[in-house]
């Protein structure tokens, strides 16, 4: 037995020792490792809960100008009694008339945010005029919790087709914009959020978060979010700062796939030891963001209240 | 010598080289990544993925040739570097993942503890010849 076990080890050696095998056993072990390296930290966090006991912020991104003026109020008292923490906004006002409809729409969201007590996270678009910031920053940057300067500008200067920035342009908007909020002293904290994108164009969020307190990553589609334990540390990384998932969604009629990508996300986030993560959207007119009314809007309630109290 | 010895003293060898390039890598990515956007990071990709595998592979077969007496190599160069260079990063990102360890000084010090294994993994993925190759 100890002979022919012996014999079948040699041939076994000899067989290896070939120079074709050997070359074949190193390649797949390197797509092997290859294979471990992409899938190992998803798997890792979201097999289990982590960290249980972390602080962990559940925000959303509502987007009341779509709403009528006198749902506002209530929209926002939903949110908060659905345990959402942060409120993030679009850039929303009419420098020109001060009692015009957006303006009253924005004076009744700040009213409502004030008396609930959400953090309110306001996303300033890359094009965006100092004049209207100055005129925004004046009239309601004291309910501000958090500012976000420009939307992922590696990606472009807006959703125009062939908008995209180049790096002098963001770096120049970028301080434009950023002088102008600071120059309103503020206690808001300051960030910026980046899309996968910015593994191609890394010197662009090495820049900016030097000036910022955090940096927000926008996590879309599954293929990503599988990936992004491997983002985070990398722009952790580069910035040295914390990130926040400050946008966080899927577009579908699917309400259970909606859900299901949701709940993963938050249950990986949490596990990884992030801040927050910020859901888009609360409502969304145009495309199927929006979760206000569907089961996922129950489901993530029911998630926040069992692990982010 | 004895083979266990030669093994250790090849693991130690690469991972003593893979811990430094490593190091240096993370302290230079930065001004890398800053450096003419987007050469930089393409000059950290060539680095990462071609230098630094070659260095590896030559020294690994340079190893057996001088430590087993042997000549000639069985697995090309490049590929055993980067074969050495995954197994080396896949074993940190595990540790770095699973128990929140920090690469530099404690995954460091537990890559060193495993040089015996390595010098195993070093000396089984590629080999030379007893005899002369031509």
């Known amino acids: 037995m100890g002979k022919t076990s012996s014999k079948l080890l040699q041939g076994l050696v000899r067989f290896m020792n070939k120079s074709l095998v050997k070359n074949l056993i190193v390649m797949a072990l390197c797509v092997a490792f290859l294979f471990v390296q992409i899938f190992y930290p998803y798997s890792y966090y979201s097999s289990a809960q982590r960290k249980p006991n972390s602080t962990f912020q559940v925000g959303i991104d509502y987007v009341y100008e779509q709403d009528n003026l006198s749902m506002i109020y209530g929209q926002v008292a939903q949110i908060h009694d659905l345990g959402f923490k942060v409120l993030r906004i679009d850039f929303q006002c009419d420098p020109l008339f001060y009692s015009a409809s957006i303006n009253q729409m924005t004076d009744m969201l700040f009213n409502a945010t004030s008396h609930y007590g959400l953090a309110v996270a306001l996303a300033i678009p890359n094009d965006e005029t100092v004049a209207n910031l100055n005129y925004y920053l004046d009239r309601w940057g004291g309910n501000l ?4 300067i420009m939307n992922e500008p590696e990606t472009s200067s807006s959703w125009e087709v062939g ?6 342009e963001i770096i120049s908007a ?4 950023y002088a102008a909020v600071e120059s309103h002293d503020l206690s808001a904290q300051l960030y910026t959020n980046f899309g ?3 593994v191609l164009r890394s010197n662009i969020p090495i820049e900016l978060s030097q000036k910022l307190n955090f940096v927000g ?3 879309y589609m599954n293929s990503f979010l599988v990936l992004s334990p491997l983002f985070i540390e990398n722009l952790q990384a580069i910035t040295h700062k914390n990130v926040v998932i400050t946008e966080f969604g899927m ?5 259970a796939a909606q859900t299901d990508y949701i709940i993963s996300g938050l249950n990986l986030f949490k596990s990884m030891g992030l801040k927050g993560c910020w ?3 609360w409502n969304s007119e145009y495309d199927n963001y929006g979760i206000r009314g569907t089961p996922t809007e129950t489901a993530v309630g029911d998630w926040i209240a069992e692990n982010a109290k | 010598m004895h083979i266990v010895e030669k093994l250790f003293i090849q693991g130690l060898i690469i991972v003593v080289i893979l811990i430094a390039i490593q190091g240096w890598l993370n302290r230079v990515q930065q001004s890398f990544m800053s450096y003419l956007p987007p050469i930089g990071f393409a000059l950290l990709l060539f680095v990462t993925y071609f230098v630094q595998p070659i260095i ?3 020294t690994n077969i340079a190893l057996i040739n001088t430590l087993h007496k042997t000549r000639g190599w069985q697995v090309g160069i490049w590929l055993n570097g980067i074969f050495l260079l995954l197994a080396f990063t896949t074993l940190n990102l595990v540790l770095q993942v699973a128990l929140s360890l920090p690469f530099l000084p404690t995954i460091g010090i537990i890559d060193l503890l495993l040089s015996l294994p390595f010098g195993c993994l070093a000396r089984l993925s590629n080999g030379g010849w007893t005899k002369p190759i031509d």
């Not at chain 1, 908008?163 to 002098?168: C, M, P, Q, R, V």
């Open chain 1, 217 to 219: 990553l926008d996590i």
């Open chain 2, 56 to 58: 590896l592979g030559a």
């Open chain 1, 279 to 281: 859901i888009v959207y």
């Open chain 1, 251 to 255: 577009s579908t009629a699917d309400s």
């Open chain 1, 174 to 177: 970028f301080n434009n914009l």
């Open chain 1, 163 to 168: 908008a995209l920035f180049t790096d002098d």
């Open chain 1, 196 to 198: 996968v994108g910015y």
């Open chain 1, 145 to 148: 919790t958090y500012i976000q």
